[in-house]
């Protein structure tokens, strides 16, 4: 009776052992290994290794469950007849099966799901070394099964609508606050933004025309609400560069009033309707420009960007108190509608 109940015992706790230690490390995400093993230590390290190459470990600790369940249920098997007899021996497997399925699965499951950090750290170097004793049987098992999981397909860490989803939990839970959740949101959306939607549009665009002396304009200079102001050819589709407001002004109060607006003009960045704002983003800040002006396909001035534009996707809508129109877009959709019904069309 006595080594029935030490064999059973041992059956248990390493089918309990084997089965807490499979759940735990499959509960640990890459994420979060690689975290730990940011902070250092030897358990942190091992548990990255098996994150990152987890089939062996799996395998290895999988092989020694069927071992301590099929070894030990014969050796069990063996003690039990000659303990119970046959006329006991079934209620005697019924019993050692609800054991198994309760002891040996379902609680060191469900403990090492819901521990599983401090599971997996504990566990981390005992089953790098399993595994180095195991290989040459997973080897083995490996490549018998190899014709059928030849398509291996590897799957990225992780993506940005399960990203989305943990900003959503974390903010439920009260880990990430609100405008935290808010601004990540909107990063996400960097890349779904074209030029084409946040531009201001070109009937709403202030612009100068290049030939024109700064005494003439001087009106428009002072009233312009905008740091830069394009400066035009012919028309608007004709854009000869940009020009800074203070250049302009420094230049009336030193005299250069009888200098056409073009000999002040800097150099501007022509951008296609379908840029990116991640993009456009990029090209501001490393070519240190805040404008730019948005094409069609064939080469018309579709309307102007600003590096305010697409921090305004980022952070929400900026006003200062210079602006007269919180919403340029809204106000050249205006005017357009007016301009239709002055000549007769309908909006």
Known sequence: MFELAIAVLIMLVGSALCSGTEAALLSVSPIKAQQLAL?????AKALLAIRNQINRPIASIVVLNNIFNIVGSIVIGRLATTVFGNALLGVFSALLTLLIILIGEIIPKTLGERYAVDIGLAVAIPVRSLTWLMTPVVILLERITA???????????????????????????????????????????????????????????????GQQPLNQVQTEIIQSQHSRILVSGSDIDHIDGVVLKTDLLAALVNGCGHQPVVNFARPVRFVPLN????????????????????????????????????LEVLIGEIVDETDKSEDLQALARQRRKRLLQTKGFSA
């Not at 940005?160 to 439920?172: M, S």
């Not at 800040?285 to 069609?296: F, I, N, S, Y």
Request: charged share 25%; proline share 5%.
């Open 147 to 209: 014709p059928l999981v030849t398509n291996r397909i590897f799957l990225p860490t992780t993506n940005e609508a399960e990203i989305t989803l943990l900003v959503k939990i974390g903010y439920q839970e009260g880990i990430i606050e609100d405008d935290e959740a808010d601004m990540i949101q909107r990063v996400f959306r960097l890349n779904d933004v074209t030029a084409a939607d946040i531009m201001t549009p070109r009937v709403a665009l202030t612009h100068l025309p």
């Open 275 to 310: 840029e990116r704002a991640d993009r456009l983003l990029k090209t501001f800040q490393t070519a240190r420009e805040h404008l730019g002006v948005v094409v069609d396909e064939y080469g018309g001035i579709s309307g102007g960007i600003t590096l305010e534009d697409v």
């Open 39 to 43: 902070s250092g230590g030897r358990p």
